[in-house]
């Protein structure tokens, strides 16, 4: 080999080099990003699930709220039925 081949082959093995090391640099600023965006998803997904949960226990807690206001107004009922007092509709006049 000569000394231009060598000095040739020399350049171009640098610039290569160089190549790859802007490559390389790319690549850890990519997964730098990755990273960061699976945080933010990671939480965001927590925060998430926690409102899930909480909607589904104010769901569970008003079901609840509302069979006993149902049963409590069938027992009123019933309890107006045995009594036997005559209901009053809303102006006050007596009914039935």
């Given at each position: 080999?000569?000394?231009?081949?060598?000095?040739?082959?020399?350049?171009?093995?640098?610039?290569?080099?160089?190549?790859?090391?802007?490559?390389?640099y790319?690549?850890?600023?990519?997964?730098?990003?990755?990273?960061r965006?699976?945080?933010?998803l990671?939480?965001?997904?927590?925060?998430?699930?926690?409102?899930?949960?909480?909607?589904?226990?104010?769901?569970?807690?008003?079901?609840?709220?509302?069979?006993?206001?149902?049963?409590?107004?069938?027992?009123?009922?019933?309890?107006?039925?045995?009594?036997?007092?005559?209901?009053?509709?809303?102006?006050?006049?007596?009914?039935g």
């Amino acid at each position: 080999m000569t000394t231009v081949q060598l000095e040739i082959y020399a350049k171009e093995l640098q610039m290569h080099f160089q190549e790859e090391r802007r490559l390389r640099y790319e690549l850890e600023a990519r997964n730098k990003e990755l990273e960061r965006r699976l945080a933010e998803l990671t939480a965001l997904n927590q925060l998430f699930q926690q409102h899930l949960e909480q909607r589904m226990t104010a769901v569970a807690s008003l079901q609840s709220l509302a069979s006993q206001l149902e049963q409590l107004s069938k027992n009123a009922g019933a309890m107006v039925s045995l009594v036997g007092v005559k209901a009053e509709d809303p102006k006050g006049r007596k009914t039935g």
